[in-house]
């Protein structure tokens, strides 16, 4: 059985820094790629960011330049490095692991992140 396990939201002021991180254990065939979405409440989910096993990653514009993500392969861990956070950035973050096998993805529980003052 497949578990992802996130740690490091929070809360924290306007300007400030957050490190999430996700680690997968359990049976998974081949990662793709890892990454981070997100819900902010009454809005719809969108993808924050996402890497592939060769590095290549996505941002979406809001957080381009202000967020970095990164993974170790061999720990199977996917980090997202948050700075100069927004109240706009608040959201409950879901990591998500695309396997290539087709079909094959998992999901995080969620970790809050709060900005603000």
């Known amino acids: 059985q497949v578990q992802l396990v996130e740690s490091g939201g929070g809360l924290v002021q306007p300007g400030g820094s957050l490190r999430l991180s996700c680690a997968a254990s359990?049976?998974?065939?081949?990662?793709?790629?890892m990454g981070w979405y997100r819900q902010a409440p009454g809005k719809q989910g969108e993808l924050a960011a996402s890497?592939?096993?060769?590095?290549?990653?996505k941002y979406a514009d809001a957080v381009k330049g202000r967020f970095t993500i990164s993974r170790n392969n061999a720990k199977r861990t996917v980090y997202l490095k948050m700075n100069s956070l927004k109240p706009e950035d608040t959201a409950v973050y879901y990591c998500?692991?695309?396997?290539?096998?087709?079909?094959?993805?998992?999901w995080g529980q969620g970790t809050q992140v709060t900005v603000s003052s």
């Open positions: 998500h692991v695309d396997g290539v096998v087709p079909g094959e993805e998992y």
């Open positions: 359990g049976t998974i065939f081949e990662i793709n790629a």
């Open positions: 890497i592939t096993t060769n590095g290549s990653v």
